[in-house]
């Protein structure tokens, strides 16, 4: 049953990478190696995609800003509105965001993909998904940083829309995956997200980004894909959080993806590290990060006094253009295999196959042993033998 799903999606998938006006830019020339974003979906050709899908989509699909829910904040620093995609009729809520990091830029396209999947196709499979979950979907967190092709936002006066400035002169960028916290908040794009998560409570959620050309510690052989956990299990935060119950569903959710997936010739699938061979492989735990405040129950200006929690996990696929541009091919896969990452791990909890995972099976997943976790908390914490 598992295996005809998957060769149904593969085709259907091949089908529509083809089918938008947005997709079809991928058949400009290949500037392989070279930082090129002009074959990156911009913020405008964002909302024409979205507007155009929900036309299509005969009131299934609702497009809107944050701007259109009256919130107090509702835009980006540079005044960009905040766009949210919402699909599907089921009780338990999904949270995916794309592109909070604003130089990653695929998750928008795989987030368009995804809408475009649920749209075109009335399989038993996807209306399940549809009848169990309703999914939120932010194609682009951060407009102005993917504007800009940077990592961070820039904070800006609001008053003469220039940039703020630091003490020697310099734009202040805030890292928006390091901006959920006590304290934090520096960005308004953080406070509205926020607020917006607040209202939702959402059940699950799922964060897309991209990592830079990865290749396996010991074959040499390429990463496409990393699966993560941005509070380590095992380590110094999750084992703790609702006596581990969130430790086994996040890696439920990714065995479960990379069971999904590992057959794909062309995806290699890891767990997320950071570090190399010379510095040695750590984990991260951050607490500051969006996913990791979600499942802190993070409880900002009184918005969560409840402390509304949920699991949450991310993926890192390889390539970002701060490492230059991918190929056009290596771009449409890795669309793809974020595309049908989330597809499948949806089905997954529509069906509640997710919870039949035995969760230790996380070791399975191939990894380079770690010396520690990397905090935002705590420093490093050196793994405990
Ligand atoms: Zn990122």
């Known amino acids: 049953m598992k295996k005809a799903f998957i060769l149904l999606l593969s085709t259907c998938m091949l089908l529509s990478i083809f089918s938008s006006s947005v ?44 701007d259109d829910l009256g919130y107090e904040y509702s835009k980006s620093e540079q005044g960009r509105d905040l766009y949210v995609a919402k699909i599907g009729n089921g009780p338990e809520k999904v949270w995916i965001q794309s592109r909070i990091h604003g130089d990653e830029p695929y998750g928008t396209e795989a987030s368009l993909q995804l809408l475009q999947m649920y749209i075109s196709n009335q399989s038993t499979q996807y209306r399940k998904v549809l009848d169990e979950l309703t999914l939120y979907i932010i194609p682009m967190y951060n407009p102005d940083g993917s504007e800009m092709n940077i990592r961070q936002t820039v904070l800006m006066d609001q008053e003469t829309s220039e940039p703020l400035l630091n003490d020697r002169g310099n734009q202040i960028r805030i890292d928006l995956n ?31 980004h991209h990592q830079g050309l990865k290749t396996d510690s010991e ?56 570090g190399n061979n010379r510095t040695g492989f750590t984990e991260i735990d951050i607490h500051g990060g969006v996913v990791s405040a979600m499942m802190l129950g993070l409880n900002y200006d009184g918005l969560n006094e409840a402390e509304h929690s949920h699991p949450a996990i991310f993926f890192e696929t390889s390539g970002n253009t701060r490492d230059g541009n991918l190929g056009q091919r290596a771009r449409g896969h890795n669309i793809r295999q974020n595309a049908l990452g989330i597809q ?7 069906s509640e196959e997710v919870f ?30």
């Not at 190696?33 to 964002?46: A, E, L, P, Q």
């Not at 099976?361 to 793994?383: A, K, L, M």
Request: hydrophobic residues 35%.
């Open 23 to 66: 997709f079809a830019k991928q058949n400009h020339p290949s500037t392989e190696g070279n930082t090129n974003i002009s074959s990156i979906v911009t913020y405008d050709d964002m909302i024409k995609e979205l507007k155009a899908l929900e036309k299509r989509s005969k009131g299934e699909l609702e497009v809107f800003t944050l």
């Open 178 to 208: 390091r901006d959920w916290a006590e304290g934090a908040f520096a960005a308004v794009e953080s406070k509205a997200w926020y607020s917006y998560w607040t209202d939702i409570q959402p059940d699950y959620g799922i964060d897309i």
């Open 219 to 274: 074959t040499g052989e390429a990463i496409t894909m990393s699966l993560g956990i941005s509070l380590a299990p095992g380590g110094p935060t999750l084992p703790n959080i609702k006596d581990g119950q969130y430790e086994d569903i996040t890696r439920q959710m990714q065995v479960y993806v990379f069971d999904a997936l590992k057959d794909y010739g062309f995806i290699n699938i890891d767990r997320y590290t950071t």
């Open 344 to 350: 499948e791990l949806l089905y997954g909890l529509a």
């Open 356 to 385: 039949g995972v035995d969760p230790e099976r996380w070791d399975e997943i191939p990894r380079p042993d770690i010396t520690g976790y990397n905090t935002d908390h705590s420093g490093f914490v050196p793994v405990a033998y």
